[in-house]
């Protein structure tokens, strides 16, 4: 499975950005879709996660009310809409693919798409 993560930015504070992630490959191995973020010399922290066949998993405390979690299986493609944006948002968001049951931690993951940065000034 292959992942390509899009849609990082610079936005101001309480403002909105929509990340894309596409997968290709094995799509059928998938069970489980995860975001993730790392923000400089911090450790990669668990953000949201979706069944691939459906039905939002969980998310993040910090994130809970603000971000959304989606997939469009026709497009092979799961977003993370993020509203609200805060200066403490800012970071590498990952987006993970995983053939497992549980889903919040990275080493639960497979496949991992490039990262791309999200910039959150004050």
């Known amino acids: 499975v292959q992942l390509q993560a899009s849609g990082g ?5 309480g403002g909105s950005l929509r990340l894309s992630c596409a997968a ?3 799509t059928f191995s998938i069970y489980n879709m995860g975001w993730f973020r790392q923000a400089p010399g911090k450790e ?11 039905g939002t998993l ?4 910090s994130v ?22 805060k200066p403490e948002d800012t970071a590498v968001y990952y987006c993970a ?5 549980n889903y919040r ?16 000034s004050s």
């Open 44 to 54: 990669r922290e668990f953000v949201a996660a979706i069944r691939w066949s459906g």
């Open 105 to 120: 931690l990275p080493g639960e993951y497979d496949n991992w798409g490039q990262g791309t940065l999200v910039t959150v």
């Open 64 to 85: 809970k009310g603000r971000f959304t979690i989606s997939r469009d299986n026709a497009k092979n493609t799961v977003y993370l809409q993020m509203n609200s944006l």
């Open 9 to 13: 930015g610079l936005v101001q504070a």
């Open 97 to 101: 693919g995983s053939r497992y049951y």
């Open 58 to 61: 969980s998310y993040a405390d």
């Open 24 to 26: 290709s490959g094995r």
